[in-house]
């Protein structure tokens, strides 16, 4: 679930689909107020000793996101803002997964994401997709482009590399498929379904 209100989002991961459409919509620099679980250490004679784990709401200046396929999860790494609790300062790394809820403040919300959110899917599919009669494996970018793609199928490990396509397949209004089959990740990793 989504909301919009001025500059935040109001985030609660319901499915994998939205784990993946938040990596479309947090950018470096943007601010994620989210719950967190932070080391808490002492100082004695010059050694660092962890003491506990105090879980705290905190505001994060993002600088890194990346997918963890092994846990299914978005790791998001940043420097501390400020905290709810008293927690020392610094850089952190949190999960977000389904279930997870979260606060996103940005300069710029790009509303088109949120709006065509069903554009995005996560399948199964595998290299039986080859028999299809509307299978595109060449020139998929110019093909988008142009509007000749009614569906992307994309393997999750390139989704991360190929934002800038995956922008283009929502303003054209194009499905996109994400998939995880490892045979279809291994030999094929990105494919369209033709319009017509």
């Known amino acids: 679930m989504l909301v919009v209100e001025k500059n935040r989002i109001f985030v609660k991961v319901e499915n994998e689909e939205e784990l993946f459409l938040l990596a479309l919509i947090i950018n470096p620099k943007d601010v994620v107020e989210m719950k967190i679980v932070r080391n808490v250490f002492s100082f004695s004679e010059g050694k660092k000793k962890k003491i506990d784990r105090i879980e705290t709401f905190a505001k994060i200046a993002v600088e890194s996101l990346k997918y963890l396929k092994e846990i299914n999860c978005l790791r998001l790494k940043g420097k501390i803002l400020e905290a709810e609790k008293d927690v020392t300062k610094g850089y952190h790394g949190e999960n977000i997964s389904v279930g997870s809820s979260l606060t996103i403040e940005k300069k710029e919300i790009e509303k088109i994401f949120i709006e065509r959110k069903d554009l995005i899917k996560v399948k199964s599919i595998g290299n039986e997709i080859l028999k299809n009669e509307k299978i595109v494996l060449e020139n998929i970018e110019e093909n ?53």
């Open 144 to 196: 988008v482009e142009y509007g000749l793609i009614e569906s992307l199928i994309i393997c999750y490990e390139l989704f991360f590399e190929k934002k800038e396509l995956i922008r283009k397949c929502f303003e054209r209004k194009t499905k996109i498929i994400i998939t995880k089959n490892k045979e279809f990740c291994e030999k094929i990793r990105i494919a369209g379904l033709r319009r017509f």
